[in-house]
Structures are given as structure tokens and as C-alpha cells.
């Protein structure tokens, strides 16, 4: 019997929009190249550091800087922390309310949990994402497992066995729902039942709600 929902945060509720966050990171910032750590599913080299919690937000700002061109316009290019938090930020969209319906919907069943390769810059956007459609992030889910914070993401096992010990949960009795094919591989491997959420064709409340029958048709 399911018990638990697990929810992966950017593609499956939040949609993204990597075009928009690469753009501004040229115009605004003068980071051209931000493209190369930058992925929808999991982040690499100094970003996959941040979003790991090793190193801060100053000092991935910092790191930032350091890449940047140093002129726009003939002057020596002075990057505010706000607009290299701005542009990072692009590369989140409003939540559409259909998702938060969903989520209301299955809050009073399941116990519901989100499990996200994130930062604290992200984090501080989302939870403004989530009040401007009039809820707390927490109100939403029993516990946020987040990357920053646990110091691992996925698709490695740790923190999905970490947030299984913390959350007191049987993989057998979850579900968890994400658009990376890496991390469904590791949530299959460790027993979880799983959907592979396609963003731009799925709609979040009919995967759920189909997966779930089948579950549940099959004795589990």
C-alpha cells in the first residue's frame, strides 16, 4: 500500500526555463559561459558544489565574479550579489495552480514529501513562488529533503537512504515522481515505485492519479 508521495521541486513543480536563467546571466551579469554548469536535471562543477551545501552562497557568487567579463561599456563591471541572485532566479517560473491543487489534493491521503537538488538562492525564489498562490512551502509537504542542506544530492543513493531514516519511511510504500531518468534509475534500485514525469506532456494529477490505480489494482 502506498503511504508516501515524494516529489522532486524543479520540472515536476516548478517548471524551469534554462534559456531565460542563460540569458540573463550574459546580459545582466556578463557570465557568458554559465551554460556549462548549468543542467536541468543536475548541476556540475561549482554548482553542483553549492547546491551539495560545500560551498556557500558568497562564495558562489564569488566564483561568479571571477567569471565574469570584467567591462561592460569601456568600465570595469561592478556585479551586485541582487542581480547575480536575479539571474539565477530565471530559472524558475510560477508555479501553475493546477500543481498546487494536486498537491492539496493528495496532502489529506498521503504524506507528502519533496526531495530537491537545490540552493538556498533557489530556495528563498521558490518559497515566493509558493506564497504568491497563498501557501507556505511547508504547509504543502510533512518535510523538505534538500540538497544544500542534507550535503548530497541525486542521483546518488545517500540522500534518498538518508531522508528514507529520517522521514521513517519503506521505499515498498512510496512513490516518487521526477523528470530526471538518473534519479528514477536510483529510486527503482532502492525499491521506490516511481514516475518519470515528462514536464512538457504530462499532467502532474493524471500521472499521479493513473500510477496510483495501477498500484493498487496489482495488490500493491
Same mark, same amino acid.
Given at each position: 500500500?502506498?503511504?508516501? &508521495?515524494?516529489?522532486?521541486?524543479? @520540472?515536476? /513543480?516548478?517548471?524551469?526555463?534554462?534559456? !531565460?536563467?542563460?540569458?540573463?546571466?550574459?546580459?545582466? $551579469?556578463?557570465?557568458?559561459?554559465?551554460?556549462?554548469? &548549468?543542467?536541468?536535471?543536475?548541476?556540475?562543477?561549482?554548482?553542483?558544489?553549492?547546491?551539495?551545501?560545500?560551498?556557500? !552562497?558568497?562564495?558562489?557568487?564569488?566564483?561568479?565574479?571571477?567569471?565574469?567579463?570584467?567591462?561592460?561599456? @569601456?568600465?570595469?563591471?561592478?556585479?551586485?550579489?541582487?542581480?547575480?541572485?536575479?539571474? =539565477?532566479?530565471?530559472?524558475?517560473?510560477? /508555479?501553475?495552480?493546477?500543481?498546487?491543487?494536486?498537491?492539496?489534493?493528495?496532502?489529506?491521503?498521503?504524506?507528502?514529501?519533496? &526531495?530537491?537538488?537545490?540552493?538556498?538562492?533557489?530556495?528563498?525564489?521558490?518559497?515566493?513562488?509558493?506564497?504568491?498562490?497563498?501557501?507556505? /512551502?511547508?504547509?504543502?509537504?510533512?518535510? #523538505?529533503?534538500?540538497?544544500?542542506?542534507?550535503?548530497?544530492?541525486?542521483?546518488?543513493?545517500? /540522500?534518498?537512504?538518508?531522508?528514507?531514516?529520517? !522521514?521513517?519511511?519503506?521505499?515498498?510504500?512510496? #512513490?516518487?515522481?521526477?523528470?530526471?531518468?538518473?534519479?528514477?534509475?536510483? @529510486?527503482?534500485?532502492?525499491?521506490?515505485?516511481?514516475? #518519470?514525469?515528462?514536464?512538457?506532456?504530462?499532467? =502532474?494529477?493524471? $500521472? $499521479?492519479?493513473?500510477? =496510483?490505480?495501477? &498500484?493498487?489494482?496489482?495488490?500493491?
Amino acid at each position: 500500500m502506498i503511504k508516501n &508521495l515524494i516529489f522532486d521541486l524543479g @520540472g515536476v /513543480i516548478v517548471p524551469l526555463n534554462r534559456i !531565460a536563467c542563460l540569458r540573463a546571466f550574459d546580459e545582466v $551579469v556578463g557570465y557568458k559561459d554559465f551554460g556549462e554548469v &548549468l543542467n536541468s536535471y543536475r548541476q556540475i562543477g561549482f554548482f553542483e558544489k553549492f547546491e551539495n551545501g560545500e560551498i556557500s !552562497a558568497n562564495k558562489f557568487r564569488q566564483i561568479i565574479r571571477i567569471n565574469a567579463s570584467p567591462i561592460k561599456d @569601456g568600465q570595469k563591471r561592478v556585479i551586485k550579489d541582487s542581480q547575480i541572485d536575479y539571474s =539565477l532566479n530565471r530559472f524558475l517560473c510560477d /508555479i501553475p495552480q493546477d500543481k498546487i491543487e494536486t498537491l492539496l489534493f493528495f496532502k489529506g491521503e498521503y504524506r507528502m514529501f519533496l &526531495l530537491s537538488n537545490t540552493n538556498p538562492i533557489g530556495m528563498a525564489k521558490v518559497r515566493e513562488l509558493f506564497k504568491d498562490k497563498g501557501y507556505k /512551502i511547508e504547509e504543502l509537504f510533512e518535510t #523538505l529533503f534538500l540538497s544544500y542542506k542534507m550535503k548530497c544530492g541525486k542521483p546518488g543513493e545517500k /540522500i534518498f537512504n538518508d531522508m528514507a531514516k529520517k !522521514a521513517k519511511i519503506d521505499p515498498r510504500e512510496s #512513490l516518487f515522481i521526477d523528470d530526471s531518468p538518473a534519479n528514477i534509475e536510483t @529510486g527503482n534500485r532502492l525499491g521506490d515505485h516511481t514516475i #518519470l514525469f515528462r514536464p512538457k506532456e504530462d499532467d =502532474l494529477y493524471q $500521472v $499521479v492519479t493513473r500510477k =496510483l490505480s495501477e &498500484l493498487e489494482e496489482s495488490g500493491i
